[in-house]
């Protein structure tokens, strides 16, 4: 899904929230348009593929735009947005979790264009996705702890501790890959 489908999306989400005035409507439809290709690129680093990027960026507008006055009051909707991203990729991830795996492996739309990126893209999608969710929000998009933890719907410390294990995996993965020499920094 490109980035104006997702916006098309979430335009005509608004349509089927009867309780939603045309002031809230006008002022989600702005938001959205506004914010969807930054979520999209937020979703697709979480999860390391565009059509789930899209489809988690779709899912979390829709709950948002029926929940839009109650988010708008509370004066954070892109963060509002940000966590309902991180909370269903978790939920979709534990109940994917469950299915069987098969040999063939699919297809794949992303293609790498630096090979040094693609080995850091690709060990950072080798974490569990809560400690992946943790390094996006604190170094792709930059948030401090204290955001970090409200997004995530943890506390600080539990954000410290889970950073600090995903930092280590990722030192350790890509010395691993570096002494392969698939990796250099």
């Given at each position: 899904?490109?980035?104006?489908?997702?916006?098309?999306?979430?335009?005509?989400?608004?349509?089927?929230?009867?309780?939603?005035?045309?002031?809230?409507?006008?002022?989600?439809?702005?938001?959205?348009?506004?914010?969807?290709?930054?979520?999209?690129?937020?979703?697709?680093?979480?999860?390391?593929?565009?059509?789930?990027?899209?489809?988690?960026?779709?899912?979390?507008?829709?709950?948002?735009?029926?929940?839009?006055?109650?988010?708008?009051?509370?004066?954070?909707?892109?963060?509002?947005?940000?966590?309902?991203?991180?909370?269903?990729?978790?939920?979709?991830?534990?109940?994917?979790?469950?299915?069987?795996?098969?040999?063939?492996?699919?297809?794949?739309?992303?293609?790498?264009?630096?090979?040094h990126d693609a080995a850091l893209?690709?060990?950072?999608?080798e974490l569990p996705p809560r400690?992946?969710?943790?390094?996006?929000?604190?170094?792709?998009?930059?948030?401090?702890?204290?955001?970090?933890?409200?997004?995530?719907?943890?506390?600080?410390?539990?954000?410290?501790?889970?950073?600090?294990?995903?930092?280590?995996?990722?030192?350790?993965?890509?010395?691993?890959?570096?002494?392969?020499?698939?990796?250099?920094?």
């Amino acid at each position: 899904m490109s980035t104006a489908e997702a916006i098309d999306a979430g335009s005509r989400l608004q349509g089927r929230v009867g309780d939603v005035d045309t002031a809230d409507r006008e002022a989600f439809d702005a938001f959205a348009r506004a914010r969807t290709p930054a979520l999209l690129r937020f979703a697709h680093v979480l999860t390391g593929d565009p059509e789930k990027a899209a489809d988690l960026v779709q899912d979390a507008l829709e709950r948002t735009v029926a929940a839009w006055p109650r988010v708008v009051r509370k004066d954070d909707p892109e963060g509002y947005v940000r966590r309902a991203i991180v909370h269903r990729n978790v939920s979709v991830w534990r109940r994917l979790r469950r299915e069987t795996l098969v040999s063939d492996v699919p297809e794949s739309s992303y293609v790498p264009t630096d090979p040094h990126d693609a080995a850091l893209w690709a060990t950072l999608a080798e974490l569990p996705p809560r400690m992946r969710a943790v390094v996006v929000l604190r170094f792709y998009e930059d948030l401090g702890e204290a955001q970090t933890a409200a997004v995530m719907g943890c506390s600080v410390g539990t954000v410290k501790s889970t950073t600090s294990r995903a930092l280590a995996r990722l030192r350790e993965k890509l010395s691993e890959r570096q002494q392969e020499g698939t990796w250099t920094p």
